[in-house]
């Protein structure tokens, strides 16, 4: 008997954070929780879910995490988490902790960011404000300004694309443009600083982001579609492969 009872393990303590964890979730899902609302205080959900106070501690923590919920500091009615909304953050994060782990190949990378610029360019082109339009012309003047350092360039690259994905106003595309531009920001950096010769290259791209701009104000959709693409797939092409395979020729 002593031998049949030892394939019962107990179940780690540990993993409880998890069914807690897809408790929040059904609520969320159900759309008994959105954005804004306070979540039952921790003792409360202590009780409701019949755990311990650290599963649930530990579920709270990875949703702040994921950035789904934010902690508000305070005692009484004011303290407690908060369902928060701020999912190019949260997405930002997960997608740079997978990209760094290689979870997504960069191949796949650059895929999802032509498909999805091309359709915010497309976008941006049909309902671009003059707001829109004038954060996009400070970027290109900080991408165009003389001796403007690799790391301040690639700051104003990420941020004219988001500003592109932005004027789209489709939510979500924005969103998701800007969690993977963000996503390969480093890798972009340190592709920049691994050329040899910098100018030539900061010139081209400086070139194809004037004619992706000229393209939006013109409301042209197709022509700034197709130059979003051809700018990013031609940049990891020509720039960022070569530059990774001169820092490691292992990899292809
Ligand atoms: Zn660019």
């Known amino acids: 008997m002593a031998e049949a009872t030892a394939a019962w393990e107990p179940v780690p303590r540990s993993r409880t954070f998890e069914l807690v964890l897809a408790r929040i979730e059904e609520q969320i899902l159900a759309g008994n929780l959105r954005v804004g609302d306070k979540l039952p205080p921790e003792r409360e959900l202590v009780e409701l879910l019949g755990v311990s106070r650290a599963a649930v501690r530990e579920a709270l923590r990875v949703l702040e995490a994921h950035g789904v919920l934010r902690s508000r500091v305070g005692t009484g009615s004011n303290s407690g988490s908060v369902i928060a909304a701020m999912p190019s953050h949260g997405l930002t994060q997960l997608l740079r902790l997978h990209m760094a782990l290689a979870n997504f190949p960069l191949g796949d990378v650059v895929e999802v960011r032509a498909t999805l610029e091309r359709s915010s360019a497309r976008l941006a082109a049909e309902r671009a404000t003059e707001d829109d ?7 290109l003047a900080c991408m165009d300004a003389a001796g403007v350092a690799r790391e301040e360039f690639n700051d104003c690259d990420t941020d004219f694309h988001v500003a592109i994905a932005e004027a789209g106003g ?13 996503a390969v920001r480093h890798t972009l950096l340190s592709a920049f600083h691994s050329l040899p010769d910098w100018e030539p290259v900061a010139a081209r791209l400086r070139a194809e982001h004037h004619a992706i701009y000229d393209a939006i104000v013109e409301g042209d959709a197709e022509r700034a579609g197709d130059l979003v693409e051809s700018h990013i ?7 960022v492969r070569t530059a990774l395979q001169a820092a490691d020729p292992g990899r292809s």
């Open 133 to 139: 339009l004038a954060r996009m012309r400070e970027d």
């Open 170 to 182: 489709n939510r979500m595309i924005a969103d998701m443009t800007i969690a993977v531009r963000n």
């Open 233 to 239: 797939r031609g940049f990891h092409q020509d720039v």
